[in-house]
């Protein structure tokens, strides 16, 4: 069981240059999420989409973009990256709940970004 | 707009201790579920334990559970019975109605022998 794929794992990369972190699920799951975590700052949501073909800005989407591929995919892109975006990048996914439901959240290993 | 919070940055328990970690929301989604994760040393995002709005019962998942007070807007996770293995970061987290599900800045437990 795979669960929650992204790659890549480590990253380096020059102020002012671009990537795209890749997430996979294979759990047929409608709702993604990709959260940074920063020390003292705990996980704050860049971006999320409920379903397939909708995307929304979370709490700190400035310098991002988020592209819905399909059911299983959702890929971040950092069109040109910053030293403040250095962190650790988490995708996640959820059975999308309408009510009352635990609906766990299932993250990925984590993907470390480091901007010089 | 939602919010979470988790006032307590770092918390020392004694093992075999019970320990409770504060966990404050606001949102204005009538509907909307809490949750509670442990990050361990190594980095994964564990699940604990989950509670709707609507529920009326605390839920509870082992040695975990979870002090729901609607009115005071506060879900703070109970851990009885420290262990050692449960030294880590814990996160709150909110979900509104709209499935965007955010996190509050953890607090760090350690466990003492």
């Known amino acids: 069981n795979a669960g929650v794929t992204q790659t890549p794992k480590f990253q380096v990369l020059k102020t002012g240059q671009s990537m795209t972190l890749q997430c996979a699920q294979d759990m047929n799951h409608n709702s993604m999420y990709w959260y940074r975590q920063d020390p003292g700052m705990g996980l704050r949501l860049i971006y999320y989409s409920a379903s397939e073909g909708t995307t929304d800005k979370g709490e700190v989407p400035n310098g991002y973009n988020v592209s819905r591929l399909n059911k299983r995919e959702f890929s971040l892109r950092l069109e040109s990256a910053a030293p403040s975006q250095t962190s650790v990048y988490f995708c996640?996914?959820?059975?999308?709940?309408?009510?009352?439901?635990?609906?766990?959240?299932?993250f990925g290993e984590g993907s470390r970004l480091t901007v010089l | 707009a939602q919010k979470i919070t988790q006032t307590q940055p770092g918390m020392f328990v004694q093992e075999k201790e019970a320990v409770t970690l504060d966990c404050t929301y606001d949102t204005s989604d009538q509907s909307y579920g809490l949750f509670w994760y442990k990050q361990p040393s190594s980095g994964e995002m564990i699940f604990l334990i989950y509670?709707?709005?609507?529920?009326?019962q605390n839920a509870t998942e082992g040695r975990y559970s979870l002090n729901f007070q609607k009115a005071r807007k506060s879900a703070n996770l109970v851990i009885s019975a420290s262990q050692l293995g449960d030294s880590a970061m814990y996160f709150c987290?909110?979900?509104?109605?709209?499935?965007?599900?955010?996190f509050g800045q953890g607090t760090r437990l350690t466990i003492n022998p």
């Open positions: 509670q709707g709005s609507y529920d009326e």
């Open positions: 996640a996914s959820r059975e999308r709940v309408n009510l009352q439901g635990a609906g766990e959240l299932f």
């Open positions: 987290a909110l979900q509104g109605g709209a499935q965007k599900l955010v």
